[in-house]
């Protein structure tokens, strides 16, 4: 018995020396994995992307954009967790729920950052699908005005009853007659107002 007690404490001595390198050692698979579920997810959903050009459901443009912004989301996600994860293991080397926290959250302020900065820039040069359905639709709108000879006051009652969403503008854009959809969705408006004309 005296013998197995020093052993014993031998035994947790060490447990407890080498516990925070085994702790760290999962940290680092940690972020690892993290790294690579961040790029098999973008991957994933540029494949989506790719599968709805394909389907025509989204423009060229359109793919082009949503790449970019995969892109960036994936360099500014793996970039702050990396940044938060370091800028903690300064601090408190062996904290590893804080450490995780740190890279979660650096993770999701610089992705947010650099979206938020890739829509900015892109839109100078790009219109989104849902812009350009938008514009389309608007100018069905002014066209049907001009045809119903409506004063400003109505126009601008018209326009006030009318909310168009994104789902509304892709669904517009994947109708292979836009005019006649743009029509039909604007139609009930105009004639509902000038029913009430009368």
Same mark, same amino acid.
């Given at each position: ?15 407890? @020396? ?9 940290? =680092? *698979? ?10 098999? #997810? ?5 494949? =989506?992307?790719?599968?709805? =050009? ?25 970039? %702050?967790?990396i940044? &938060?994860?370091?800028?903690? #293991? ?15 959250? &650096?993770? %999701?302020?610089? @992705?947010?950052i650099?979206?938020?900065? %890739? ?5 100078? =040069?790009? $219109? @989104? ?17 001009? *045809? ?5 006051? *109505? ?11 994104k ?11 836009? $005019? ?12 509902? $107002? ?5």
């Open positions: 018995m005296k013998l197995i007690v020093p052993k014993l404490a031998t035994m947790g001595l060490n447990l407890v @020396s080498i516990g925070p390198r085994v702790i760290l050692r999962s940290a =680092f *698979q940690i972020m690892r994995t993290n790294i690579w579920t961040r790029i098999i #997810s973008t991957f994933i959903l540029i494949s =989506f992307d790719l599968y709805n =050009f394909v389907k025509k459901k989204i423009s060229k443009k359109q793919l082009v954009i949503n790449l970019i912004l995969s892109t960036l989301l994936l360099v500014g996600g793996t970039t %702050g967790w940044f &938060g994860t370091h800028s903690v #293991s300064e601090i408190v080397a062996e904290n590893t729920v804080l450490w995780i926290m740190a890279g979660l959250v &650096g993770a %999701g302020v610089l @992705s947010s650099m979206d938020a900065i %890739g829509r900015r820039i892109l839109s100078r =040069f790009l $219109k @989104s699908d849902v812009e350009d359905m938008v514009e389309f639709i608007n100018e069905e709108f002014e066209e049907l005005a001009s *045809q119903h000879r409506l004063d400003d006051a *109505q126009i601008e009652s018209i326009a006030s009853s009318i909310h168009l969403d789902k509304t503008c892709l669904e517009c854009f994947c109708k292979k007659d836009r $005019k006649k959809y743009a029509r039909e969705l604007l139609h009930p408006h105009f004639h509902k $107002k000038v029913k009430q004309s009368y």
